[in-house]
């Protein structure tokens, strides 16, 4: 199993920046940044392979979010910038060996005001 822990998580006002980041047990191929705002389905925000080959953004975050990879320290991090109150949700790191992902950590809240 791989064990996978956020953090970077907070409120912020709109407009304002957070960098969240996840920590992985062990190396996997594939990896991702997936959230859920309250009453809502999660979604995914970013997913990446090793060394970006493969990384998609959802069109709502596009140009806003970057996210990379340590592949070396079993690190990801998400830069949010330019944050807006749709934004806020609970965001999960997740892992695995195909884009089926089956390892998930607990989730960082974020939180934009208006």
């Known amino acids: 199993p791989v064990r996978l822990v956020e953090s970077g998580g907070g409120s912020v006002q709109a407009g304002g920046s957070l960098s969240l980041s996840c920590t992985a047990s062990?190396?996997?191929?594939?990896m991702g940044w997936f959230r859920q705002a309250l009453g809502k389905e999660r979604e995914a925000v970013v997913r990446?392979?090793?060394?970006?080959?493969?990384?998609y953004y959802a069109d709502s975050v596009k140009g806003r979010f970057t996210v990379r990879r340590d592949t070396h320290r079993n690190i990801m991090t998400l830069q949010m910038n330019s944050l807006k109150p749709e934004d806020s949700a609970m965001y999960y790191c997740a892992a695995g060996t195909s884009w089926d992902f089956n390892y998930w950590g607990q989730g960082t809240q974020v939180t934009v005001s208006p």
């Open positions: 062990r190396y996997t191929v594939y």
């Open positions: 990446i392979e090793r060394g970006g080959i493969n990384t």
